[in-house]
């Protein structure tokens, strides 16, 4: 599949609302009964010595639902839910034009008695380059074990959870989406659900490809600070092909983006590096599965979904193909595409409707 050019001003839009989420969320009921959301520090030993400077104690924004004060006895099942590239934990949790808050939404599906009870864990993975993929790097940090290790036995530690995998889920959109895909499959000791929601980078397909202009102006540049600020469809593709790159083939020795790129210029035109590629590969889990099938089957559920009218062709393409995987693997799993969506105004509808559901129904709620 080829890459084409959106014009300027509806990429502006969308990617003003890409990974990020609009801001749909209702204020519940003035009499009802509501859970609180705060904003913590986590220590991130996991990240320490990453060369981007990144520090080494990260914000985490968490919910408690409406009994979790008036319980002191009662502890909850946990959902950890995973930000899009550019955005932050923050994303779940305030309202603005590009993030919206978790909290209200959570509130008003328990109300209804459309979803049960949990705690909601919402880590920052936004690093130097505006996204970590949730991915270990020995550039990045190890955001990875970050996730799974840090915050999880943080979380533990200080708060009344069900500390076991039956009663942990994990989700996420985009970006986030890819890391509840990657991290879910490969701990299933730690989590027992998935769900995502749009998921970016499951495989290198449609928009990754040479075509995409990204490639050849990122290979162009000697400095970080060449990386463009946000205001068309190709200074996203290039913020984003540099985030990856370190993430997914990172190369200590090659500053200043310390990655070795996807795509290099032979001859006048793009050809692609099989070593990085190889990289790339073993990161994305369209070509984890085999590897990850026994894993997967001890999953007590696995969601994927993204809208009719996704924009990004990467993210139709590869999470297709990922759910016709796990089908020939004997993966039980659901498959969504939805009417109506585009790569983020349907988020919210689908958290409120689908996503809440789904943990309230396959994670365990009993203190055994």
Known sequence: ????????TIVFCFYLVLLLGPVFAQEPARSQVR??????????PALKGNLLGDPVEQPVSVYFPPSYDASPSKRYPVLYLLHGYGGSNRT???????SFSVGPIMDAVIAAGRGREMIVVAPNARNAFNGSFYTNSPVTGNWEDYIFQDIVRHIDANYRTLARPASRGIAGHSMGGYGAVAIGMKH?????AIYALSPCC??????????????????????????PKFSSLDDFYTNVFSALSAAFSPNVDRAPFYSDLL?????????????????WKAKMPLYMVA???QNLLGLRGIFLDYGQNEEFSHIRIATSLLSKSLSEHGVPHMFEIYAGGDHSNKIKERVETKLINFFSERLEFTDR
């Open 1 to 8: 599949m080829r890459y084409s050019k959106t014009p300027t």
């Open 35 to 44: 859970g609180k959301l705060v904003e913590i520090k986590v220590p991130a």
């Open 92 to 98: 779940w949790s305030t309202d603005s034009p590009r």
């Open 188 to 192: 299933p000791e730690v989590f027992s």
């Open 202 to 227: 499951l495989g290198m397909e449609g928009d990754f490809n040479e075509a995409n202009p990204g490639w050849a102006r990122l290979a162009t540049f000697t400095s970080r600070d060449q990386l």
């Open 263 to 279: 795509f290099r210029e032979q001859n006048g035109k793009l050809e692609r590096v099989e070593a990085a590629s190889a990289k």
């Open 291 to 293: 590897d990850h099938k």
